[in-house]
T-cell receptor
């Protein structure tokens, strides 16, 4: 059974810092990996999708990498802002299916 | 473009009552799914559908029923509500190779 782990569970940084969120998964046979953002009381917003054949994806200040062989992904946030405060979730899609297996998330607080 | 719309946003039920959580998408996505989110458990898949008329069970299907008569709609039915079903429910839709889109959730309390 696929298991997804996110470390740390919570992170607090001062504004302007660059930071890295980690995601690991136990089964490397994934179709893709997706990073989401969730604000309190809200739904999930997709940030980046990395296909299994890709190594990284970038969107603005966000960069996500994928190393299938080691079962790891990182989300890099450059020049963090208070508006980046949210819970960040990593999810993998097994094989060719589209069901998502989620990690428990990293709660990020960016202090002004 | 509304995306994924879930109704209601909040609901309180008594044990044993039944209800239907509605989910509609206007993006012509063939794939739709339901998740529940609980503290310490993360998001877990309840049921999913790969197209109209096709549904399958996810990780935690017991106590829930689904059907998919149209591409747009994927309702989730609680047959006889139990306190253990108190949760936040999310509906998602997508296609292969594209990010999945989530609704804003339904917050359900079972007394």
């Amino acid at each position: 059974k696929q298991e997804v782990t996110q470390i740390p569970a919570a992170l607090s940084v001062p504004e302007g810092e660059n930071l890295v969120l980690n995601c690991s998964f136990t089964d490397s046979a994934i179709y893709n990996l997706q990073w989401f953002r969730q604000d309190p009381g809200k739904g999930l917003t997709s940030l980046l999708l990395i296909q299994s054949s890709q190594r990284e994806q970038t969107s603005g200040r966000l960069n996500a990498s994928l190393d299938k062989s080691s079962g790891r992904s990182t989300l890099y946030i450059a020049a963090s802002q208070p508006g980046d405060s949210a819970t960040y979730l990593c999810a993998v899609t097994p094989g060719s299916a589209r069901q998502l297996t989620f990690g428990s998330g990293t709660q990020l607080t960016v202090l002004p | 473009n509304a995306g994924v719309t879930q109704t209601p946003k909040f609901q309180v039920l008594k044990t044993g009552q039944s209800m239907t959580l509605q989910c509609a998408q206007d993006m012509n996505h063939e794939y739709m799914s339901w998740y529940r989110q609980d503290p310490g458990m993360g998001l877990r898949l309840i049921h999913y559908s790969v197209g109209a008329g096709i549904t399958d069970q996810g990780e935690v299907p017991n106590g829930y029923n689904v059907s998919r008569s149209t591409t747009e709609d994927f309702p989730l039915r609680l047959l006889s509500a139990a306190p253990s079903q108190t949760s936040v429910y999310f509906c998602a839709s997508g296609t292969s190779n594209q990010p999945q889109h989530f609704g804003d959730g339904t917050r359900l309390s079972i007394l």
